[in-house]
């Protein structure tokens, strides 16, 4: 097959020279309609068939301004079921790391949600508006139908029709995340977890939010002064 290519340009972009590529080359020829994708089983049969990760021989390294560039350790850039781009799941990239408190996994979900997923489930990690130290678990109903145009025009966290609840009102010292990617919190293990990926807050609920916290701040304060609201 072809293994040279020129460079071109076409919409205002030029593409790169490339000579003894070792990879392979898709050319458009037709294309048609399908009326059906298959059933869900078949589709996760195909999913998990398919390959997300690039070969070793295609990662190339090109540091740019990397004093200024802040990137967690061992970032992997995987599909997730919605087939877009998401974080691979590791240790390091996903634990608290620095000393900039807002680098804290915690305190990011101050105003993010946590999506993470299984092979086969997506699961929602969200702050609680009624306490300070409160978290909620659910699991995303039809994740792979709930891309990032789904998630632009929806509110985070996801209204309760597109989630089910698993636990709520978690501390968060009761997230144990393993090295075998999996996490442990009270009796449930969920193993396996491939990917994540934040969403910010955006919902009236998420003012709603910012009131409650301010005023759990406020009590905190006057309480140590010995005052009460």
């Known amino acids: ?52 990760t690039a070969p070793q021989s295609f990662r190339k390294s090109t540091p740019v301004n990397a004093s200024r560039v802040i990137v967690p350790p061992e970032t992997e850039i995987v599909f997730n079921l919605s087939s877009e781009p998401a974080y691979k799941f590791s240790l390091p990239a996903f634990a608290d790391y620095g000393c900039d408190p807002s ?78 990617c999996s996490l442990h919190v009270k009796d449930l293990i969920i193993q396996d977890i491939h990917n994540f990926k934040y969403f910010p807050f955006k919902s009236t609920c998420y003012f709603h939010w910012i009131i409650a916290h301010i005023i759990n701040i406020l009590t905190r304060g006057f309480g140590v002064l010995g005052l009460s609201l």
């Open 1 to 52: 097959g072809r293994n040279s290519y020129q460079s071109t340009v076409r919409n205002g972009i030029r593409s790169r020279k490339s000579g003894a590529f070792e990879g392979c080359s898709i050319k458009l020829e037709n294309y048609s309609t399908l009326d059906t994708l298959g059933t869900h089983e078949e589709l996760l049969r195909m999913a998990k068939a398919m390959s997300t």
């Open 103 to 180: 680098q804290r996994t915690c305190n990011i979900l101050y105003e993010n949600c946590l999506y993470f997923e299984t092979r086969e489930r997506r699961y929602e990690l969200a702050k609680e508006t009624e306490r300070e130290d409160a978290y909620r678990l659910s699991e995303v109903v039809d994740p792979f139908e709930k891309d990032c145009d789904y998630m632009g025009s929806n509110p985070v966290p996801l209204r309760k029709e597109h989630v089910v609840p698993v636990l709520d009102g978690v501390s968060w010292k009761s997230f144990l995340w393993a090295e075998n």
